[in-house]
């Protein structure tokens, strides 16, 4: 693990903005009984046990992260019945979760935030089906545990990854951190970059991913590449070859917007899906020619992608800091073999 901080004036890394990877996406369907309600009152009511403010909640109206019938809208809006209502939480609320002492790999630490590094398989935050062994169950414990204001500490996650995605997280310990950092995500000067290996060669060294990302209409549980009169939103991905093998590469990958999925569904519709993606990739480690490969990449059981760098402006100091996270042991090993293969 590497951090460094250094003093910045203006923006950080002008040219070089990144959001959160990975967004919950949620669905409301307007009744009859909340007909004329306002969008972003309607939105309280329906999140108000996860503790989303009123006034967060307009913050992501106005930053076009809500869509009622698909198309982009105002707090102000009156819903009529059977509006459909999609909200695309990027963050998670400052709430209180219940604690739970289970092992948190902490890389940086102070008053305000704490940066850890994620392993695959471990939930962000509570949702529907995962009430509790959550990363943020895990942080309430440990923030509670060192708190010495005698009241209760309460993590603020400000990006989130998929379950199966390692790597940096920057968590805020008060109301204030967490909307500073949340601040520096909207207006895209957060960076942070992936390492994945993808399926196939790439035509191209490098390149820009700009298609619009939304609900896959065929399956609601996925994201696609939808035009965006029909819910898609601007969606923004840069990649960069590191290495070459014969039926995969390892590409260094930054975005500039977070809609959920984003890396995944960009890198599949340009038909190099991310290893191990069982949503995305299907079958297509089938299509690996030389066997040897073939039957490493076949034992993944998660994607290969991991969040290896994150930076942004401490929001006290105003220092920018950066940190690093190599390849969890698993993809290590597996790109050791995978050039002793293509050797």
Same mark, same amino acid.
């Given at each position: 693990?590497?951090?460094?901080?250094?003093?910045?004036?203006?923006?950080?890394?002008?040219?070089?903005?990144?959001?959160?990877?990975?967004?919950?996406?949620?669905?409301?369907?307007?009744?009859?009984?909340?007909?004329?309600?306002?969008?972003? @009152?309607?939105?309280?009511?329906?999140?108000?046990?996860?503790?989303?403010?009123?006034?967060?909640?307009?913050?992501?109206?106005a930053a076009d992260a809500v869509l009622v019938n698909e198309k982009a809208a105002k707090s102000s809006l009156k819903l009529q019945p059977n509006d459909r209502v999609e909200i695309e939480l990027s963050e998670s609320p400052v709430t209180e979760f219940a604690p739970e002492d289970a092992p948190v790999e902490i890389i940086y630490e102070d008053d305000l935030l704490l940066v850890v590094n994620k392993p695959a398989g471990l939930v962000i935050h509570p949702g529907a089906g995962v009430p509790d062994g959550t990363l943020a169950n895990r942080l309430a414990f440990h923030i509670n545990r060192l708190s010495s204001t005698g009241g209760r500490a309460r993590p603020g996650i400000v990006h989130r990854l998929d379950r199966d995605t390692s790597g940096l997280l920057v968590v805020a310990k008060t109301e204030t951190t967490h909307e500073h950092l949340a601040e520096q995500f909207r207006s895209r000067r957060i960076i942070k970059r992936y390492t994945a290996l993808v399926f196939g060669k790439m035509r191209d060294a490098e390149g820009i991913i700009e298609l619009p990302i939304g609900r896959d209409p065929a399956r609601?549980?996925?994201?696609?590449?939808?035009?965006?009169?029909?819910?898609?939103?601007?969606?923004?991905?840069?990649?960069?070859?590191?290495?070459?093998?014969?039926?995969?590469?390892?590409?260094?990958?930054?975005?500039?917007?977070?809609?959920?999925?984003?890396?995944?569904?960009?890198?599949?519709?340009?038909?190099?899906?991310?290893?191990?993606?069982?949503?995305?990739?299907?079958?297509?480690?089938?299509?690996?020619?030389?066997?040897?490969?073939?039957?490493?990449?076949?034992?993944?059981?998660?994607?290969?992608?991991?969040?290896?760098?994150?930076?942004?402006?401490?929001?006290?100091?105003?220092?920018?800091? @950066?940190?690093?996270?190599?390849?969890?042991?698993?993809?290590a090993a597996m790109l050791d073999e995978l050039r002793a293969i293509n050797s």
């Amino acid at each position: 693990m590497t951090a460094t901080i250094e003093d910045v004036s203006g923006d950080a890394d002008e040219g070089i903005a990144l959001a959160a990877s990975d967004a919950d996406m949620r669905s409301f369907v307007a009744t009859d009984e909340e007909a004329d309600m306002r969008l972003d @009152r309607f939105l309280a009511v329906r999140l108000e046990t996860e503790g989303w403010s009123r006034a967060r909640l307009q913050t992501l109206v106005a930053a076009d992260a809500v869509l009622v019938n698909e198309k982009a809208a105002k707090s102000s809006l009156k819903l009529q019945p059977n509006d459909r209502v999609e909200i695309e939480l990027s963050e998670s609320p400052v709430t209180e979760f219940a604690p739970e002492d289970a092992p948190v790999e902490i890389i940086y630490e102070d008053d305000l935030l704490l940066v850890v590094n994620k392993p695959a398989g471990l939930v962000i935050h509570p949702g529907a089906g995962v009430p509790d062994g959550t990363l943020a169950n895990r942080l309430a414990f440990h923030i509670n545990r060192l708190s010495s204001t005698g009241g209760r500490a309460r993590p603020g996650i400000v990006h989130r990854l998929d379950r199966d995605t390692s790597g940096l997280l920057v968590v805020a310990k008060t109301e204030t951190t967490h909307e500073h950092l949340a601040e520096q995500f909207r207006s895209r000067r957060i960076i942070k970059r992936y390492t994945a290996l993808v399926f196939g060669k790439m035509r191209d060294a490098e390149g820009i991913i700009e298609l619009p990302i939304g609900r896959d209409p065929a399956r609601r549980t996925r994201m696609a590449v939808v035009p965006v009169g029909r819910g898609g939103r601007t969606a923004h991905t840069r990649f960069r070859t590191l290495e070459a093998f014969s039926g995969s590469t390892l590409l260094d990958v930054e975005i500039k917007t977070g809609r959920t999925h984003q890396i995944r569904v960009h890198l599949t519709h340009i038909k190099h899906p991310v290893v191990g993606d069982e949503t995305y990739a299907g079958n297509r480690v089938s299509s690996v020619a030389d066997t040897r490969e073939r039957r490493l990449l076949a034992t993944l059981d998660h994607q290969f992608l991991h969040a290896a760098r994150l930076g942004f402006v401490h929001p006290e100091t105003n220092e920018f800091m @950066r940190f690093e996270s190599p390849l969890p042991a698993d993809l290590a090993a597996m790109l050791d073999e995978l050039r002793a293969i293509n050797s």
